[in-house]
T-cell receptor
Framework: GQNIDQPTEMTATEGAIVQINCTYQ??????LFWYQQHAGEAPTFLSY??LDGLEEKGRFSSFLSRSKGYSYLLLKELQMKDSASYLC??????????WGAGTKLIIKP | NAGVTQTPKFQVLKTGQSMTLQCAQD?????MSWYRQDPGMGLRLIHY???????DQGEVPNGYNVSRSTTEDFPLRLLSAAPSQTSVYFC?????????????FGAGSRLTVL
């Protein structure tokens, strides 16, 4: 079947680095998305990976290994505003998205 | 540019009532979709559309109807509300008709069915 797993909750300290992992089993895999969702708000796009490797965008980076069915989102120099849920989603052979339940990231001062 | 606009933001219904959640986008996106988000679960696709006049079912379509008469609008109708439909609903659109590109989400509609 098709499945996405990511940790339910993580805690990190302001100024530190955190890595949020996502594993997937998706038939006809067509790419991996990361979205950020603040409490009570809509998800917003962070990154998209379709090839193996690291994509860097400022303080945020996303990595993909297609052979391992694995991705991570790396957040550097954490700020309080990074407290949010981070949603991992894979695209299948029909380009439909399969969503993980999200990782709630708590940033402590 | 308003993006994706959803109304209402909050709604309380009684079991058996019907209602329509409105969604409009001004980005000329071909792809539009409705998701529901429940605690501890990933976003689940209810219905989607790849263009005006074309709709299709997603993962959890039962109890919901959609139509797409224009590129801009994609309303979601609850035919006879049930407590299991208590959820947060998001409309999302994408310029790609496959939806395999960046989704722009509306602000969400929180529905409670008593």
């Amino acid at each position: 079947g098709q499945n996405i797993d990511q940790p339910t909750e993580m805690t990190a300290t302001e100024g530190a680095i955190v890595q949020i992992n996502c594993t997937y089993q998706t038939s006809g895999f067509n790419g991996l998305f990361w979205y950020q969702q603040h409490a009570g708000e809509a998800p917003t796009f962070l990154s998209y990976n379709v090839l193996d490797g690291l994509e860097e965008k400022g303080r945020f980076s996303s990595f993909l290994s297609r052979s391992k069915g694995y991705s991570y989102l790396l957040l550097k120099e954490l700020q309080m505003k990074d407290s949010a849920s981070y949603l991992c989603a894979s695209s299948d052979s029909n380009y439909q998205l399969i969503w993980g339940a999200g990782t709630k990231l708590i940033i402590k001062p | 540019n308003a993006g994706v606009t959803q109304t209402p933001k909050f709604q309380v219904l009684k079991t058996g009532q019907s209602m329509t959640l409105q969604c409009a986008q001004d980005m000329n996106h071909e792809y539009m979709s409705w998701y529901r988000q429940d605690p501890g679960m990933g976003l689940r696709l209810i219905h989607y559309s790849v263009g005006a006049g074309i709709t299709d079912q997603g993962e959890v379509p039962n109890g919901y109807n959609v139509s797409r008469s224009t590129t801009e609008d994609f309303p979601l109708r609850l035919l006879s509300a049930a407590p299991s439909q208590t959820s947060v609903y998001f409309c999302a659109s994408s310029y790609s008709e496959t939806g395999a590109n960046v989704l722009t989400f509306g602000a969400g509609s929180r529905l409670t069915v008593l």
